[in-house]
């Protein structure tokens, strides 16, 4: 049986990657994983969104990609050694902050795929999501992380954990399985995982084929694959069997394919 997370919304599904950033928003100054992007995506009728999280120096889980402020904001700091008044001061011409407890009050009918990027933000966003764990998918390139995350997210609602997709170190044990074509094998590597999000390709190497799809989806685990921009892109994907796209363009991939409503 599939989680609650990923039932009674349209297929194919489309995780709004950061929130959502159009013309507009850039234009007003706005950027990735602030408040207005999460809003502009919601607004364009998505009704998944990525994110990432991290946190402050004084403890607080906030929705943000990288490890230091420099990408987005110029300042050089790390995100752990910034606390949530001054963040909110730096991110207030940006979009606004959101932590993730505010995001998730916010917006209580959006479905969050949070990706935990920071060992110190695992248990706090595991508790945080513990309540509406239907509705929350938590993820790492950490395994240790994720299994982290979902483990104090037990502790607080043990009838009901939140979604998950694999790390890196169940991936490569899927690819391996893949590889030799054993569907027991992909199963055992994807106990307990709901979802497999990956890119079409790393570097050289392809990862999403018709044998990776047919094995994960034999194993009822869906296919989500990232960063996906070019409506072209998007129709073959879906035209492969995936089950999902994550894009910077959730508005045009609702458009293409047609999954709003």
């Known amino acids: 049986m599939a989680h609650p997370y990923l039932e009674r919304t ?3 599904r489309v995780l709004a990657h950061r929130g ?18 999460l809003a502009a995506a919601h607004a364009a009728g998505v ?9 402050t120096r004084d403890g607080v889980v906030v929705l943000f ?12 700091r790390r995100l752990r050694d910034v606390d949530l008044r001054e963040l909110e001061r730096i991110m207030s011409g940006r979009g606004g902050l959101v932590t993730l407890a505010q995001a998730l009050e916010a917006f209580p009918e ?3 795929n949070v990706d935990v990027k920071a060992a110190d933000a695992a248990l706090p966003a595991g508790r945080l999501v513990a309540p509406v764990a239907e509705r929350v998918l938590l993820t790492s390139f950490s395994d240790a992380r994720r299994r982290a995350a979902l483990a104090a997210a037990a502790v607080g609602r ?23 074509g054993s569907a027991a094998a992909v199963r055992r590597a994807l106990r307990g995982v ?3 999000q990956v890119p079409e390709r790393q570097g050289a190497v392809r990862i999403l084929t018709p044998r990776f799809v047919r094995l994960v989806h034999a194993a009822d685990v869906e296919v989500h694959v990232w960063t996906v921009n070019d409506p072209d892109d998007m129709r073959r994907l879906v035209d492969a069997g995936v089950d999902g796209i994550v894009t910077d363009r959730a508005d045009l991939a609702l458009d293409v394919l047609g999954a709003a409503g």
Do not use: K
């Open 10 to 12: 349209p297929r194919p």
């Open 20 to 37: 959502l950033v159009g013309a507009s928003e850039r234009e007003s100054g706005v950027v990735e994983n602030s408040f207005a992007a």
């Open 47 to 55: 009704h998944y969104i990525e994110s990432d999280c991290h946190l």
């Open 65 to 76: 990609h990288d490890e230091d402020l420099r990408r987005v904001t110029g300042d050089p």
């Open 110 to 112: 959006t479905r969050f």
């Open 158 to 180: 043990p009838e009901m954990r939140p979604a998950t997709s694999a790390g890196s170190r169940t991936i490569v044990r899927l690819l391996a399985a893949v590889a030799v």
């Open 194 to 196: 709901d979802a497999v």
